[in-house]
């Protein structure tokens, strides 16, 4: 065995260039901010000198111990010393002013207050008492924040904070997370945002109509927002059955960089008059909190013509339509959101719908996943065109559905088998029975347990 020339105590790490290092640093303490740094110091005696010169890498300056115990004052101002002239992002946790809070807010005051024109992000995590955020709102309010890119708050109880408004404003923001609080929108405020989630318990308390004008004027006067997430405490959303009522003109406006859009607020009738009014071609998510956003039958003519969602990943389709104009407009519309990769039917009834559905193969290149959710008389003849345009050689630029999920009153189950469609269908009877034990069926052949009685 030829014995290696390398000392024993030569390790690789001592000879990475400089800016490898630099790049290996802002990487971890992306994930550890607190620790790396420290450990960062341990390493050897070149790592330790290039962390003291990295400023940025003691940029975060964390609150999750008591800010009175000494040791814990100690390390952050040594922190803030070695940031020097760095950007800084503070964090605060519930843990740090859980108990004495004014006191606590006090000293951390104390040591971040002088450096408000430095912060570049402040975020409070968990539920810190309203009494310590406003003491902290007082502290800064007359401070000048011009880099501040980053504000967010998740707080879980206290309901009676308002946003503070630093001096001079906030120019630089870019991210704007609050929960739970007394949102004050002013258009001139927040004209560089990219991301805004707001949870404000009053929101449905100012009506349907307001939240609407409300959330329209975001979208003006927000003309870089990407993401926009809206909650409140709603008792009294109207059923799904009204939605189309109080939909009603507005002037159209466009909005080209919003991707993300969640509306938890009346059932989902704020989303549609949004879709309604608002030309939104960048969009990609649409999502009501924990629950799907459904597309209504009255809005296929919309997103057929006036606002075709061509970036949607995921769509969620309510069957319940009215008449012939809204049955010939849903094609019409799915044709239009080329880039699907989810789609979910509901109560959508296969004897009326059913010539198209075999194309949406064709019409959606991307699409991996369909979901038919209490969708009666689904024709085998569809499916078999399905599973045949899925087989089709000449078809190799459209990818293969990935699964179907049917759920009926039966107990249909899926299985997501690349290249075919598998559907596994069972009667009460055998509902004992094994994986092992069923039946495959590359085509359905024998779906009369989702037939509508």
Not at 86 to 94: C, M, S, T, V
Not at 256 to 282: K, N, R, W, Y
Not at 354 to 381: G, M, Q, V, Y
Request: hydrophobic content about 40%; overall charge positive.
């Amino acid at each position: 065995m030829q014995r290696s020339s390398t000392p024993a105590h030569f390790s690789h790490i001592l000879v990475l260039p400089e800016d490898l290092i630099y790049h290996i640093f802002l990487i971890c303490s992306d994930q550890e901010p607190e620790r790396f740094p420290v450990i960062a110091q341990l390493v050897c005696k070149l790592w330790n000198n290039l962390a003291l010169s990295y400023t940025s890498l003691w940029s975060a300056v964390i609150f999750d111990r008591s800010p009175l115990d000494l040791e814990v004052a100690r390390k952050t101002n040594e922190r803030l010393k070695r940031a020097q002239a760095a950007l800084l992002d503070i964090h605060i946790f519930e843990s740090a002013v859980h108990q004495s809070a004014v006191n606590k807010m006090t000293a951390i005051c104390h040591l971040i207050e002088p450096l408000v024109e430095r912060w570049r992000s402040l975020t409070i995590h968990g539920n810190v008492s309203e009494r310590a955020l406003k003491l902290l709102f007082e502290r800064v309010k007359t401070s000048s924040a011009p880099y501040l890119q980053s504000f967010a708050i998740d707080n879980g109880y206290s309901i009676g904070w308002k946003l503070p408004m630093f001096r001079g404003g906030m120019p630089n923001l870019k991210t704007l997370h609050v929960s739970r609080c007394k949102f004050t929108w002013k258009p001139g405020t927040f004209a560089n945002l990219t991301e805004l989630a707001v949870d404000d318990p009053r929101l449905p308390k100012r009506g349907l109509s307001q939240v609407i004008s409300l959330i329209r004027d975001i979208l003006l006067h927000c003309s870089r927002l990407r993401v926009l997430i809206m909650c409140g405490d709603s008792p009294n959303d109207p059923p799904i059955a009204r939605r189309s009522t109080l939909v009603r003109e507005r002037q159209q406006l466009k909005h080209l960089t919003i991707e993300h859009l969640e509306i938890c607020l009346f059932q989902g009738a704020v989303t549609d008059a949004l879709l309604h009014s608002v030309q939104m071609p960048s969009l990609r998510h649409l999502h009501q909190k924990d629950n799907h956003y459904y597309i209504s039958g009255f809005s296929f003519h919309v997103l057929s013509a006036f606002n075709p969602l061509s970036n949607l990943v995921n769509a969620y389709i309510d069957g319940s339509m009215k008449g012939q104009a809204e049955r010939s407009a849903l094609p019409l519309a799915l044709r239009s959101m080329k880039n699907l990769r989810e789609l979910a039917f509901r109560k959508l009834d296969f004897n009326q719908d059913a010539e198209w559905f075999s194309d949406l193969l064709t019409w959606l290149p991307k699409l991996h996943t369909l979901n038919l959710f209490s969708c009666p008389r689904i024709p085998d003849s569809s499916l078999r065109d399905m599973a045949k345009k899925a087989n089709e050689t000449s078809l190799e630029h459209i990818p293969l559905i990935a699964g179907i999920r049917v759920a009926s009153k039966s107990g249909v189950e899926e299985e997501s088998v690349p290249g075919q469609i598998f559907i596994f269908s069972r009667s009460p009877a055998k509902a004992t029975s094994t994986p092992s034990q069923r039946e495959e069926l590359p085509v359905l052949l024998d779906h009369s347990t989702l037939r509508s009685p």
